[in-house]
Every structure is written in structure tokens, then in C-alpha cells.
């Protein structure tokens, strides 16, 4: 059972289809990786999240579909890397940050407002509204408004999954590390994108509950 090829009608060409099935292989080949799976959740969270926020339900969907791309740069980096298991060394946490650029680069040769959307969250989802992110040190709304969405939707899913270097943590344990890094004036996210997340928990909480049980499904079909 391969993804779904919905995004085709909005990228103009071949090359977004390519990438998308490009991480369903890489998880098919590397469960672990889980790049297939975290994309497609953050997909289904960015929706979500753009709906809490007030945004039109067509622009809440488009930014959830670009959101699929925003970790394609790891197609580009080592699984050795990617799962080590152990701390990282410098020059591994640098590659790994590469990611950004990687994914933005991916991107760059497609034409169209939805490709530019998908290499926005691609080269600028690890930005801080705080201006301390990378890799460009964007600050406020001078980070992409489908971007900053993103990056709550990113960092949600990646504090509650499996990873080679980390346990899984609750729900109630994310929220806590969501609001440590909301510290500050500014703080990390964006103020608005933060309070739709909180005013909408609940069901943010249950849409990755109902996702992350769908890719479970999805990928031990595929074996």
C-alpha cells in the first residue's frame, strides 16, 4: 500500500510526488527512521492547527499538505546519523541541521505557489519566533506564517515518538516543554500558533493518537 498521490494536482509536476514516496521507501527500508510516518503527522497536526488558528479551510489544507515536506532534506543524510542511538558530535548535530538547507535545496528548481509554500516549511520550520533558530535566524513574522505553524506541529510529534536517542513522551509532558520554550518576550513560537495549540489540545491530542495508529497500520501492511 503506497501514499496517496493528492499532492500531484498542486505541485505541477513529478518531482514533490517523487520526494513524497521517497520517504514512504526510506521507512519501508529503516522502520526506525519513522521520516514517512512524522511527515504524515505533522501533515494531519498543521491542518488542524491552521483550522484552530481561523484560517480558511482550503488554506489550512494546503499548508498541512506543504508541511508533508518539511523534513525531505533527511533523504540527503546518513540513517547512521539520522538513528544514532548515543549523543551526537559536533560536526553530526551540524549535519543534521543541514537538513533545512537540504530540503530547501530539493525544492528550489519547482515552479508554483505551492512548491514555494513546501520550501518555505522545508528550509525555515527549525526557525524560533525569538530569532535563535536556524538556519537563517529569522525572527517574528519574518518567518512564514506556514513555517511557524509548523514548527509546534514538528516539535508536538517529535517530543511523543520513539526515537533511537529518547523515549516517548505523554501528552501532558510535551505541553510542559512546549510552554518552557514559549519562555521569554519573545518566546520560541508564535504566540497565536501556541494558543490555538492550547485552546485545542484535546483534539490535537487525538488527532495524533488516530495518526499515529494509521501509520502503524500503513507500514505493517507494507512488510
Known amino acids: 500500500m503506497e501514499p496517496h498521490k493528492s499532492l500531484d494536482d498542486r505541485s505541477g509536476g513529478d518531482a514533490l510526488a517523487e520526494l513524497r514516496h521517497a520517504l ?5 527500508a529503516h522502520p526506525g527512521l519513522d521520516l514517512y510516518g512524522h511527515s504524515t503527522r505533522v501533515a494531519m497536526l498543521t491542518t488542524g492547527l491552521g483550522l484552530a488558528m481561523g484560517l480558511p479551510a482550503q488554506e489550512a489544507s494546503l499548508i498541512g499538505d506543504a508541511a ?15 538513528c544514532k542511538p548515543g549523543s551526537l558530535t559536533l560536526d553530526e548535530r551540524s549535519l543534521i541541521e543541514a537538513h533545512c538547507y537540504l530540503g ?7 515552479a508554483g505557489p505551492f512548491a514555494q509554500m513546501a520550501r518555505n516549511v522545508a528550509l525555515l ?12 535566524r529569522l525572527s ?12 509546534v506541529a514538528d516539535v508536538y510529534d517529535a517530543l511523543r515518538s520513539v526515537r533511537s536517542y ?3 513522551r505523554s501528552h501532558e509532558d510535551t505541553i510542559s516543554q512546549l510552554m518552557k520554550e514559549c519562555r521569554g518576550d519573545p518566546g520560541g513560537f ?8 492550547l485552546d485545542t489540545q484535546a483534539d490535537i491530542c487525538a ?14 501492511k507494507a512488510r
Request: net charge negative; aromatic share 10%.
Open 140 to 151: 517574528g513574522k519574518n518567518i512564514p506564517l506556514e513555517a511557524r505553524i509548523v514548527a
Open 68 to 82: 508533508y515536506f518539511h523534513d525531505v532534506g533527511k533523504l540527503f543524510i546518513p540513517v547512521s546519523t539520522l
Open 104 to 110: 530547501g535545496q530539493a525544492l528550489a528548481k519547482e
Open 207 to 220: 488527532v495524533w493518537d488516530s495518526s499515529m495508529l494509521s501509520n502503524l497500520a500503513m507500514m505493517m
Open 190 to 197: 508564535d504566540p497565536l500558533v501556541m494558543e490555538a495549540f
Open 166 to 168: 529518547k523515549a516517548q
Open 24 to 28: 514512504y521507501r526510506a521507512d519501508c
Open 125 to 136: 520550520h527549525h526557525e524560533r519566533y525569538d530569532g535563535r533558530g536556524y538556519p537563517a
